[in-house]
């Protein structure tokens, strides 16, 4: 599935802070991130196989407010609901793009209890959503924050270094580093299979992201010591090309869950895909693209499996990125014209062959009766 939000431009969110007369108009603009402009929030939702639109304006809107239960006027709002409605805007923050938000709401909000409360929420959902990459104090490299790596609250273990990073997600970054004990690694058959797995995906990553990085985690059967036994690794890879100064960011992310099934010889792999990205100058427009797949491949020896399992992903990533670019250069002549009438308010179609009959001239004269 493809979605496109289309939002207009935003300089504020001053209107954020009237608690009253929340009418469904202002309502509408608050939940669409347009508060100080009168333009409509659209939400259009694309299908792969299909060229047909679905539209979401108010009613988007409604949903969410009958939710937090700010659909009556004259309602002031509660400190759960202003914490609820911030975290909204944090969570829907585009990559890398959180930050700009969070200044903003803490100088509308104008209440440090609710905003402290929200960040606090917020913001580690939002870096494992995006798997965001942090450094390692100590030269220990990067470590991704994602729930696969995810040990204890702010503890993530990097596979690949065997080091377990302490994190500050509100400030995002890195604070302290310590090994990793026995326990939260897996066992050396295991770590055999993720070791290779690793190597290969890292030489791909390196290829075909100039600034991506990825991770090899064992979520099931980490303590199986030998052959017998199913168990399963996930890849993550996620990478970001952040240009606030150009107005625009974007981001790449994908998750690879292999089963490895020991019973049939078989692996079994299941990808989702997410692409997103963000142009704002003069304008306010986001992309979410996302994408699931399957495949399977023959249980080999840990560098054949290896090979294996990065040729299949780097094939299905390859086609869905030239699927992607295929369709953004039909755009104009199929997903945009479906969106204009097919016919115009009179209900003809315009003699696009004999336009000589139309004069604005003449026109004017036959109604105002010049010339008889």
């Not at 975290?87 to 700009?100: D, R």
């Not at 990097?158 to 509100?170: E, L, R």
């Not at 974007?250 to 989702?272: M, P, Y």
């Not at 016919?343 to 696009?352: A, D, E, S």
Request: aromatic letters at 12%.
């Amino acid at each position: 599935m493809i979605s496109i939000f289309v939002f207009s431009l935003f300089p504020s969110l001053s209107c954020f802070t009237n608690q009253k007369a929340f009418t469904d108009h202002y309502l509408l603009l608050h939940i669409s991130l347009s508060l100080s402009f009168s333009s409509a929030f659209l939400l259009f939702l694309v299908p792969n196989k299909s060229k047909r639109f679905r539209f979401f304006p108010l009613k988007f809107a409604l949903q969410r407010a009958r939710k937090i239960g700010m659909a009556e006027e004259e309602t002031e709002l509660s400190e759960e609901q202003r914490k609820e409605i911030a975290k909204w805007f944090l969570l829907n923050a585009p990559a890398g793009e959180i930050q700009y938000v969070a200044k903003d709401l803490k100088s509308v909000l104008n209440d440090d209890d609710v905003y402290n409360e929200a960040v606090s929420e917020a913001f580690p959902v939002y870096n494992k959503s995006h798997m965001i990459c942090l450094e390692m104090p100590g030269r220990f490299g990067d470590v991704l924050v994602t729930s696969y790596g995810e040990l204890q609250d702010n503890e993530y273990l990097d596979p690949k270094t065997a080091q377990v990073a302490i994190v500050d997600h509100v400030k995002q970054v890195c604070t302290e580093v310590r090994p990793a004990t026995d326990e939260e690694l897996p066992s050396p058959y295991i770590e055999e299979y993720r070791c290779a797995l690793d190597i290969e995906m890292s030489k791909y990553v390196g290829e075909a992201y100039p600034k991506g990085f990825c991770s090899v985690y064992c979520t099931n059967g980490k303590d199986v010591e030998g052959p017998g036994s199913d168990f399963e690794l996930v890849v993550v890879i996620s990478a970001a090309r952040l240009s606030p100064q150009n107005f625009c960011n974007g981001s790449w992310r994908s998750i690879w869950n292999i089963e490895f099934k020991d019973d049939i010889q078989i692996l079994e792999l299941k990808g989702k895909l997410q692409v997103g990205a963000h142009y704002f100058e003069e304008g306010n427009v986001q992309l979410d693209a996302r994408h699931e797949c399957k495949d399977s491949t023959l249980f080999q020896s840990p560098d054949d499996s290896a090979v294996s399992i990065a040729t299949i992903i780097r094939h299905h990533e390859t086609e869905y990125l030239a699927s992607l670019e295929a369709s953004y250069l039909n755009l104009p002549d199929t997903t945009f014209k479906d969106l204009r009438r097919k016919l115009p308010v009179t209900r003809t179609l315009f003699p696009w062959h004999n336009t000589s009959q139309f004069s604005l001239t003449r026109e004017i004269s036959k109604e105002l009766g010049i010339g008889k």
